[in-house]
């Protein structure tokens, strides 16, 4: 399709213990651009991000991350290439014995041999950017649900990765601090020019920033384009995910017997 | 009875893969070659969790361990009227067996179930996938520093283990019991060889730390990651290192008796 695509992935299957969760996906996320994964919970978002980052490995299929297989490379060479990579964790993921500002610091001090003074500065800029620089000096434990994965998020962006992977950045944010992130993973993307894979179930302020959108359902790729032509569209599995609707072709429900069934059931 | 033996051999294949993959495991560990200059404070840092925060429970285990090897040697050879070589009994004892193996059962409970526990809470939060996906390896940054570290503790708490534990022994023997200090002291000298005894109490201690502290960090890093896998693997670690403790003790003191 496109020319220009940082990662590429081609004929993807991969199952968990026998039960299949992906079977043939073809995603191209651009250089440069905001891509949108969306889909039900329990479709395999996070397994997709996880499967970029080749920290598992896909049953069949290929994904190419900047021109190289993640999959068949070397552990050394693997190391190397993520480090352009960054990742918002789900469930933040911060290392509980340092402080924020620690955590923040953690990916710089390891990759450059920065002055210290010139990472104070770094990380003071970061947490300014999702607006937790007074947090700096608090250990994890003592911040928020929400205001850990912010962290998180100043973490992920602290060496400015060409490529990063935001799972669910929108989770457990007021309304303030969604705006805020709305516009920080805008303006990475336009400033710095980071490509960007958003996963989220916020249909209105992901459709406001993401430049393409694939809708992942039942291992599938069920609906792909820009974010207008979805919100409009009227295929049945589109409208009713873009539109939460309760009803229709996507259950709601995970795959179970009957339900008076199981309840009768002795 | 065909499903039997099959069941066997597949829990064999099973047991057999799992012991090669712990094995490569700690081939990595031994034959990696870090940056000094990054690896070295991680691995002080470590000393610090490791070995020095278990020296209470070591110098106090001892001192009561010496103590009651002096009260229950002098029980014995006092029926022999040997109660003057009580300082060989103390000392023999605590070089060669109680040091190294006591030692080695303390640590596995005090250090190898809290390497465990870290290792696999980091892992069941995510703290190491989020490391790898920052390019970062926890397999040197937080494993490796961590076998170090315990490698590194293990004998030099065995060598305290065995100085405290004869301390103990000679208070018990010479301030309680009356035996004449100069005594205890000299018989103990004259009957204690370095290189039988005491070298070969440090090199079982050096076998114990390398297989602790490998079984601890092991089970912490595949442990499954769940509240049930971290409680399971903490106590495969404690169970693991202690009867690996004991059964190698046996060996090695057979291969030293025998040879040297
Ligand atoms: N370790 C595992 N073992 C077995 N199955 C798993 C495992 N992890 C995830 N799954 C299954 O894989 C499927 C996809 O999981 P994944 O976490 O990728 O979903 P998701 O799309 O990110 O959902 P959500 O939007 O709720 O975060 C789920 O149905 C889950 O049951
Ligand atoms: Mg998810």
Redesign the pocket.
């Known amino acids: 399709m496109q020319t220009d695509s940082l990662v590429t992935i081609r004929d993807l299957h991969f199952a ?2 026998n ?1 299949s ?1 992906f079977s043939g996906v073809n995603i191209d996320i651009e250089r440069g651009k905001i891509t949108a994964i969306m ?10 991000l ?1 499967l970029i980052g080749a920290q598992i490995q896909p049953d069949k299929g290929e994904v190419i991350v900047n021109g190289q297989n993640v999959h068949q490379i070397n552990r050394r060479e693997l190391y190397h290439a993520r480090r352009d990579m960054g990742m918002l964790f ?1 469930n933040a993921a911060l290392f509980t014995n340092i402080s924020v500002f620690e955590n923040v610091a953690f990916p710089i001090r390891e990759h450059t041999n920065l002055p210290e003074s010139l990472i104070r500065k770094l990380v003071l800029i970061k947490l300014e950017a999702v607006g937790l620089r007074g947090s700096a000096n608090l250990m994890p434990s003592e911040l928020s649900g929400g205001m850990q994965r912010r962290v998180a998020l100043a973490r992920a962006i602290a060496l400015d990765p060409a490529l990063i992977m935001y ?2 950045p929108f989770a457990g944010q007021d309304p303030i601090s969604m705006g805020v992130l709305v516009k920080l993973i805008k303006t990475l993307n336009e400033v710095l020019g980071m490509t960007s894979v958003v ?1 989220s ?1 916020d249909v209105p302020e992901t459709a406001s920033i993401a430049d393409y959108v694939y809708l992942i359902a039942e291992g599938k790729v069920v609906a792909q384009g820009k974010p207008a032509e979805l919100l409009t569209s009227s295929s049945p599995h589109v409208k009713q995910f873009m539109q939460g609707l309760p009803d229709g072709v996507v259950p709601f429900h ?1 795959p179970a017997k009957d339900y008076i069934e199981d309840l009768f059931d002795v | 009875m065909f499903e039997r033996v099959r069941e066997l051999g597949r829990s064999g294949i099973d047991v057999c893969s799992e012991m090669g993959r712990a094995g490569i495991f700690l081939i990595r560990m031994i034959f990696r070659r870090p940056r000094l200059i990054k690896v070295f404070p991680l691995v002080v840092e470590q000393l610090y969790a490791i070995g020095v925060l278990s020296l209470i429970i070591m110098v106090v285990s001892a001192l009561f361990i010496g103590m009651v090897t002096a009260l229950q040697g002098y029980h014995t050879l006092s029926k022999f009227g040997a109660d003057t070589q009580l300082g060989q009994l103390v000392a023999l004892s605590l070089t060669r067996e109680l040091g190294p193996v006591v030692a080695g059962l303390l640590f596995a409970g005090r250090a190898g179930s809290a390497l465990t526990a870290e290792i696999g809470l980091m892992k069941t939060t995510e703290q190491l996938s989020s490391m790898e996906m920052m390019g970062i390896d926890p397999l040197w940054r937080v494993i490796y520093p961590r076998f170090w570290a315990g490698v590194i503790s293990l004998p030099v708490l065995s060598l305290i283990f065995t100085a405290v534990g004869i301390y103990g022994g000679y208070v018990v023997a010479v301030k309680w019991l009356g035996i004449d200090a100069g005594t205890f002291w000299s018989n103990m000298s004259a009957s204690v060889d370095f290189h039988l005894d005491v070298l070969s109490g440090i090199i079982k201690s050096i076998v114990f730390a390398v297989v602790v502290t490998w079984i601890a960090v092991y089970e912490g890093y595949t442990t499954e990651p769940t509240a049930e896998g971290i409680s399971l693997s903490t106590t495969r670690t404690v169970v693991y290192s202690s009867l690996a403790v004991l059964g190698l003790d046996f060996m090695l003191t057979t291969i030293m008796l025998g040879g040297w």
């Open positions: 968990h213990d039960r969760i889909g039900p919970s329990g479709t395999g978002k996070t397994t997709l996880r789900q799972d669910e996963v179930h995970y």
